[in-house]
């Protein structure tokens, strides 16, 4: 009797073993490809706020970039010029927003950034065709290309806005719109092709022959601005009566609140040039806040010295002088590099402004050149000695691992590399600047009549003023 009942159970734990094995075999894909679903959903989740995050910081970046240059380079120089020039000088700024924007939109993305030989892009992107949500890698793997596009244009706009800071007070409107055009199609679209795009010559990053570290703009907005400021101050000439003649800024209070709005809206030229929200970001945004503090330091320190006494012109200055070295520097360097820059970048500058200006006689009038030509130029090759791996590995062998990327961390080459650039930019900057002036002064002529300047350019260029001086009757 016992033998019949352990039988009995044995087969039904045999049945009941082989039924649950049954079910387990038909459901075993089932609930598998639901995790695999699952894990899919999850990916994807991730990766769109990760898109979320990273657009979302791109878009405030492309607007603080573009108040750099309205209001804040528009007051920074509109408060620098004699009174009787502040609305022509801040139309400036303003018109070439206008004119850029069309111009990038037509075919200047394009030739910055469409795929195409080393020197310059292609008409790939002709009228923004193929410009949409989807992120292009090469540039930016997890933003809209739209987004990319569009805040690399508040580069384009701002670059040629610093040139003004040379020919204020004596160049014509027409003169400028159509210089403005011209410029950043034939000098600004090269240059940031060559640096920043597929295939460029000066590319660190996709393989290009002269790999040249520029994070943000040290070579392709800042030498290329300053090196053409110098060249319109020498082809222009001097205005009426400089240097006999003092001419003093008439309200260094716009140029102390442009020079606030210019430091603030730069951590979105630096920080936001990382193209994401990540942690490069954040050490951009370090580098560049200490640049221009130890910047506006040195120059203080310098003036200080020399006259007895630190101005408020002196230390917005100095500020802008340092927020120009740190531009190609700020995605490479850690923060006591980012210090060693801007205080270099202050004395430099300064002495730039001060006694080289003095020296050569060459009528910048607001330093366009001694603070953007040099502090750039300074900044660029100051990378090449002070860029770290371990703050932007950018360099990688066949097995992914990381490079010396400057002179201190291991790779001297690289100021080689960082000078060839610089060299590149200048030529560049030099010669086109020159044919563009020639080509505008034959079409339309470069500068308004003496009578117009006396006048100033407010009236003569725009038919307003500034300022309304009428005392209301009591």
Known sequence: MRWILARTALLFLLSAGCAWTSVHAQTAPETNAAVTQHLQQLDQAVANAQLSADNGWMLVSAALVLMMTIPGLALFYGGLVRKKNVLSTMMHSFAMTGIISVVWAFVGYSLCFGSGNSFIGSFHHLFLRGVGAAPDPAYAAT????????????????????????FAERMKFSAMALFTLLWSL????????????KGGLLN??????IPTLDFAGGTVVHITSGV???????????????????????????????????????FGFNAGSA????????SAFVATHFGAAAAAMGWSLAEWFRNGKPSALGAISGAVAGLVAITPAAGFVGPMPALAIGFLAGLVCFFMVVKVKQWFGYDDSLDAFGVHGAGGTLGAILTGVFASRAINPIFKDAHGNALPVGWIDGN??????????????????????LVLLKVVDLLVGLRVDPSDEIDGLDLSQHGEEGYDWEIAPS
């Open 143 to 166: 933003i809209p290309q739209a987004t990319f596009m569009i805040y690399q244009l508040m580069f384009a706009i701002i670059t040629p806005a610093l040139i003004s800071g040379a």
């Open 186 to 197: 034939f000098v600004y679209a090269p240059m940031a092709h060559m640096v920043w795009g």
């Open 204 to 209: 660190a990053s996709l393989g290009g022959a």
């Open 412 to 433: 001297w080459r690289q100021v080689v590399h960082q000078l060839g650039g610089v060299g590149i930019a200048w030529v560049i900057s030099i010669v086109g600047t």
């Open 275 to 282: 193209l994401s929200a990540g942690t490069l970001a954040t």
């Open 228 to 266: 053409s400021a110098l060249v319109c101050a020498l082809y222009l000439g001097k205005r009426l009566n400089y240097p006999k003649e003092p001419m003093p800024p008439h309200s260094v209070v716009l140029s102390f609140i442009g020079a606030g709005l210019l430091w603030v809206g730069w």
